[in-house]
């Protein structure tokens, strides 16, 4: 394995630790739009709300600076879902602060919507770059690529927002049940029945529309996917909150794996069976080894505190909440 290989490992790994992480938080949020003690629900996400966000940050500085080329293609080419991703993401930010301390109630009202919206259009928006990638680009000479809104109203990329925005609300419903006992306003049985069916349903519609090269990966993963819901499902039921959160959260990580091993050796897939390898997206290897020399000190010093910081507030939330 040389460094493009390790880089690539690590950036699907930061990335999948967000989706378990990040995922959370966006499920929570969804959670949100219904039921009431919204403000002990959000306040659930207590110190971990922002700090999950270092993984996303962490998986773009891999990205720009192992993958220059891959970034350089990515990016603009999946502006048109990146731009509402992000401004969804600094709303529903706001929202979890500003919505207790709105004074009246249209404000409130005003901050739950933003909420509710920074958790559903991320992941309905990641879900859907998921599926582009499955189904291939028309990527041009350059590695770049445009978007048809054909191709994003899709019904397979469709299906795959769809999957991945009830997996996050069911991983979401999960934590609540962790962080504060009593106040998840759903029942889990429904939503990971809801969250299995739909990824069931993507993967039914990929098989006449996705072209992974690893089409048998793509779907062993995806029955992996639907049977660990339902481990979830059999956890909760008997009351073991923290086995059906693992499984939910090996749910919300599998879509990286997939992705991953369905498209290898590509790591942008093209519309005719080709695309960037990793050594084509990857930056020189004098540049990979000065980027590793710096990784080695910073991400176990990163990982180390956000280790600790789950452990220091790992008992459910207590009392009122900042947020």
Not at 173 to 190: H, I
Not at 299 to 316: I, K, M
Request: proline share 6%; with cysteine; net charge positive.
């Amino acid at each position: 394995m040389n460094l493009a290989d390790l880089w690539l490992a690590l950036l699907g790994f930061l990335l999948a630790g967000y989706f378990v992480l990040g995922g959370a938080d966006y499920g929570v949020q969804m959670l949100a739009a219904a039921g009431n003690g919204r403000a002990r629900l959000l306040g659930g996400l207590g110190p971990f709300y922002f700090g999950n966000e270092v993984w996303l940050v962490g998986a773009l500085a891999v990205l720009i600076g192992a993958f220059p080329r891959l970034e350089g293609s990515l990016l603009p080419g999946f502006a048109p879902l990146f731009v509402p991703l992000v401004a969804a993401l600094a709303l529903g930010k706001a929202g979890v602060q500003l919505r207790g301390r709105a004074a009246g109630g249209a404000g409130r009202r005003f901050w739950t919507v933003c909420v509710v919206a920074g958790g559903v259009i991320p992941a309905t928006a990641f879900g859907m770059i998921f599926g582009l990638l499955l189904t291939g680009l028309p990527l041009r000479a350059d590695g770049g690529f445009d978007l048809g809104w054909a191709m994003v109203a899709g019904p397979f990329v469709l299906a795959c927002g769809l999957a991945l925005t009830a997996v996050f609300a069911a991983h979401g419903l999960m934590f609540a049940r962790l962080r504060v006992p009593g106040r998840a306003p759903a029942r889990p049985g429904p939503v990971l029945a809801v969250a299995a069916v739909a990824v069931a349903g993507a993967a039914l519609l990929g098989v006449g529309t996705a072209r992974p090269t690893q089409p048998g990966a793509a779907v062993a993963l995806a029955a992996a996917m639907v049977a660990v819901l339902g481990a979830a499902w059999w956890a909760a039921r008997r009351g073991r909150a923290g086995w059906a959160f693992a499984a939910t959260g090996v749910a919300a990580a599998l879509p990286v794996v997939l992705l991953g091993a369905a498209n290898h050796p590509y790591v942008l897939p093209g519309a005719g069976g080709t695309g960037m390898t990793v050594a084509e997206g990857a930056a020189d290897e004098a540049s990979l080894a000065v980027l590793s020399a710096f990784g080695l000190v910073v991400l176990p010093l990163v990982l180390a505190v956000q280790a600790w910081t789950w452990w220091r507030f790992r008992r459910p939330a207590e009392g009122p909440a900042y947020l």
